[in-house]
Nanobody, 120 residues
């Protein structure tokens, strides 16, 4: 089992920045794909960014150029640097760890989420 704990959320003004952190513990592995998702009230959970163990990164178009994902395998931590925040970025942000087996089976682990509110 893998436990994920996010931190760094809060209230920020439009145009501001926040840095989210997610610490993994338990049966962690640097081979896991780490990602960030968010869910706004009344909406489905939305993919934001993911990073593989080798450093390959993918971003959703909605955050490309504003958000940056990174990971420190020595600390079992993944980060999401969020810049130029907009009110529509308001949501609960979730950390995800994905294990992919040799047969292609995937196992997803989720954190409890951290609230990000962008408002003046």
């Amino acid at each position: 089992q893998v436990q994920l704990v996010e931190s760094g959320g809060g209230l920020v003004q439009p145009g501001g920045s926040l840095r989210l952190s997610c610490v993994a513990s338990g049966r962690t592995s640097s081979s896991y794909i780490m990602g960030w998702f968010r869910q706004a009230p009344g909406k489905e959970r939305e993919f934001l960014a993911a990073i593989t163990s080798g450093g390959t990164i993918n971003y959703a178009d909605s955050v490309k150029g504003r958000f940056a994902i990174s990971r420190d395998n020595t600390k079992n931590t993944v980060y999401l640097q969020m810049n130029s925040l907009k009110p529509e970025d308001t949501a609960v942000y979730y950390c995800n760890a994905r294990r992919v087996t040799f047969t292609g089976t995937t196992y997803d682990y989720w954190g409890q989420g951290t609230q990000v509110t962008v408002s003046s």
